[in-house]
């Protein structure tokens, strides 16, 4: 091993550390009492209805059937966000977020199966993600004068998505 190699290194390490803490140390001096960084995390559920379980009858002009086997629909959620007073009156708030739906139940139109050879039934097939941001600003009511504005910014993808589901949203 080169001493030289070997000091620089040290060196580099200690001053990155040191310059982290400075970093830190300057970010928890602005984040006062009138701001706050926050992060929200759920893992949630949603089951089949009735309807999702055991429908017997008509839909689309087909006959349509339930599908007991179904599972819950699982949904993860993430958000990481800033809220900051500007004054006694105003404050701003960013975020972004992230939620994932596995195991989503979507409506499946079967062509061709025996004994009925076309007829509607239920599936957990899709999966999707939700992902954005917000920005929002408050004042908060002055002089009879209240204003909130909001700006989101979100995108969603998604497997499974068919003209059947289309049709039902």
């Given amino acids: 091993i080169n001493i ?3 000091l620089i290194v040290t060196f580099t390490n200690a001053a990155a550390s040191e310059m982290r803490e400075k970093i830190l140390e300057a970010i928890y001096k ?19 209805t009735t309807d999702d379980l055991f429908y017997n009858g008509t839909m689309m002009g087909a006959e349509a059937k339930g599908n007991p086997n179904l599972k819950p629909e699982r949904i993860t959620n993430y958000e990481l966000g800033f809220e900051q007073a500007l004054n006694s009156t105003s404050a ?13 139940i979507q409506l499946i139109q ?8 076309n007829y509607y039934s239920y599936d957990n097939i899709d999966f999707k993600t939700t992902k954005g941001f917000s920005l929002a600003y408050d004042l908060r009511q002055t002089k ?21 589901t289309m049709q039902q949203l």
Avoid: C, M
């Fill in 92 to 104: 701003i708030k960013i975020s972004a977020y992230y939620k994932e739906t596995r195991d989503l």
């Fill in 110 to 117: 079967y062509v061709g199966a025996d004994p009925n050879p």
């Fill in 4 to 6: 030289d190699e070997l």
């Fill in 144 to 164: 009879n004068i209240r204003l909130s504005a909001n700006y989101t910014l979100q995108y969603a993808e998604g497997t499974g998505i068919s003209q059947t």
């Fill in 30 to 48: 602005k984040l006062d009492e009138d701001s706050h960084i926050y992060f929200n995390w759920s893992e949630v559920f949603r089951a089949p």
